[in-house]
């Protein structure tokens, strides 16, 4: 079985999120969505409201598993025994940052990275920004997916 791990904050998920999911399902039997703890970034949900909202939107899917994780990405990738680590990427930024990752988490533990370009209708959407719209009480339904619900 060809299992994929799609970590990030998830903070909140967003239609580029969604994006990166459906595509890696073409090619992988299953994607865990991994929601890292990450002490260090202010996030604008609870840990748990990121689980139970992206939980309760894939309910149908049962390709798609959520789950949180406090350690490495590579030491849940292999507690969850995933093969691979899905990323999406926006920019050239991101692919540098990502490459890097990419040849550290492959030198530690042999998991391979795949990298899927974001669409272009997408480029300009990320968390960070959603969560500003948010904190000002701006209308961010086109930014995240139909049916997800915060």
Do not use: W
């Not at 002490?39 to 309910?59: A, C, G, S, V």
């Not at 959407?125 to 969560?131: E, G, H, K, L």
Request: charged share 25%.
């Amino acid at each position: 079985m060809n299992r994929a791990i799609f970590p990030g904050t998830f903070d909140p998920f967003t239609i580029g999120h969604y994006s990166v999911v459906r595509r890696a399902l073409t090619f992988m039997d299953e994607v865990v969505i991994g929601i890292g703890i990450n002490e260090n970034k202010n996030t604008y949900f609870p840990i748990q409201k990121r689980l139970d909202m992206i939980q309760k939107f894939y309910k149908a899917e049962p390709r798609i598993k959520v789950m949180t994780y406090d350690c490495l990405t590579i030491d849940f990738a292999q507690k969850v025994e995933a093969k691979f680590i899905v990323r999406g990427i926006r920019t050239v930024k991101d692919f540098e940052y990502e490459e890097t990752i990419a040849d550290i988490n492959r030198k530690l533990a042999g998991i391979e990275t795949i990298l899927l370009f974001t669409e272009p209708e997408l480029t300009c959407i990320s968390s960070t920004i959603v969560r500003e719209l948010l904190s000002y009480d701006k209308d961010i339904s086109a930014f995240i997916p139909e049916g997800l619900e915060l």
